[in-house]
Structures are given as C-alpha cells and as structure tokens.
C-alpha cells in the first residue's frame, strides 16, 4: 500500500518551509489566532496566492484547523452565530490558498440541552455555508455533551449533517488521542466509523498523554503516552488518508518516522 501524505499541526507563518524542515508533504495550522473571534488572516510573506502558489510548487498539501472558541452547535446565540459566521471566513481563506479542508471540532451543547439540538444546529450551519473547501468535523475527546465523542453520537450528527444541502461536502477527521481518552478502542476503529460516516477525509495521529476514557484531550509525542502502538499504526494504515501529528513539535520527525512503518 502506498503510503498517504504525511505532516504535522506547524505555526502559520510558514507551512511550506515546515513542511519542507519534516520532509513532509503536508502542512496543517491555524490562520489567526486560535482562541480568538477576529476572524482568520493569512500571515504567510506574499499573501495568500503566494501561499498557495509555493505550496503547490512545493507538493505541499496544506490544512488550516479553525479556532478552538468555535462552536456551532450550541444553543446559546451568542456563541453559535458567531461561530458560523466564523467558520465561513475560515472557509473562505482555506480556498484563497488553495487549502484541502477545514477541520472543525464537533462542539457541544449545555450539561441540560437536548443533544438533539446540536445535531439539528451542526445541519443548520451545514446549510447555510457556502464551502469551496470541505469542512472535516473532527471526533473530540470529552467536553460536557459533546456532539462527537463516541459513536453513537456521530452517527446522530452524521445523519443530521447529510440532510442539509451540501451534506455531501462534509468529512470526517479520525483523532487517535480523542477517540483513545473519549473512550473508543482503536482496534477495529477503522470501520465502525466508516460504517457510519462512509468515509475518513484526515487522521490526526496523536498519542494520549491521559488514560483510555479520561476525557482528558493531551497530546504527546507516540511512546510516551498511553495508546497502544499496534492500535495506531492499524488506524492509518486502515484508513488510508492524509495523516497529521499534532504533537509536541522536537518529536515531530521521530513520530512521522514511527507512522511510516504502518506502510513499510
Ligand atoms: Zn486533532
């Protein structure tokens, strides 16, 4: 099997010089900041077609992660409009420089809402962008009432996803540590999510520096953490996509070596 592209999570400044510093062939970063609402900015030296220019020249698959304060499920108004206002300048600045997708984590709703609701708020926000670039909801580790933490969640806000119009654009990001400290066993992973969403558009492969069903979202470098190493390599290797390392950053070459050997 060949061996899909490969990077880490890089600062913004730079993607295809980090890349590049890795031998990898993909970059994924944030474009602004994470934690804050002032919308995304292409900090790259030329602007974003030089971005997305150099990192075709390059080879360079380029992911832009959104903020961390995004949330559209929510119930509460002041957070979830925001959010998708949000997430379509992020869109947007991800096709400006020719980005493969969006990753978005699944949110959640209030200790005492209906997760019903959330669903139904993830279809509305579905509905409404307009998304040149797939978005790529990602799988989280805990959060009170998450809208994607185990299984029977995600197949709940899969079916809501794919009832709104361009249902069809939106992909799945499998995070080993998430799945590991949300309480889902990585062996057979693979296909009890593809059972349900059809479909892994990314990997984040992260070791969990916390313990299976924590709820504790704490990446590490891999062998220092708590995943099983058989686990992970079965994960990228079964799911076949583009994989990032979203780890400490001196360890980033040994952990891309180590995923390496899922193909080898
Ligand atoms: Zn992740």
Redesign the pocket.
Known sequence: MQTPPMGA?VDQLDPVAEARARDAQLSQFFLGDPQGWKGPVVHYAGGAEALRADAEAAGVALYV?APYVLNVATTNNRIRIPSRKLLQQTVTAAAEIGAKGV?V?GGHVGASDDPAKGFDNWRKAVDQLDAPVPVLI?NTAGGANAMARRLDRIARLWEAVQSAEGGDRVGF?L?T??FHAGGEELAGLVDRVRAITGRIDLV?A?DSRDAFDSGADR?TNFGQGSLDPDGVLEVVREAGAPV?V?TPGEGHRDDLAFLATAFA
């Open positions: 999570h992660h990753i984590h990602e990001c995070d540590c998430h984040h992260n990446h990032v979203e």
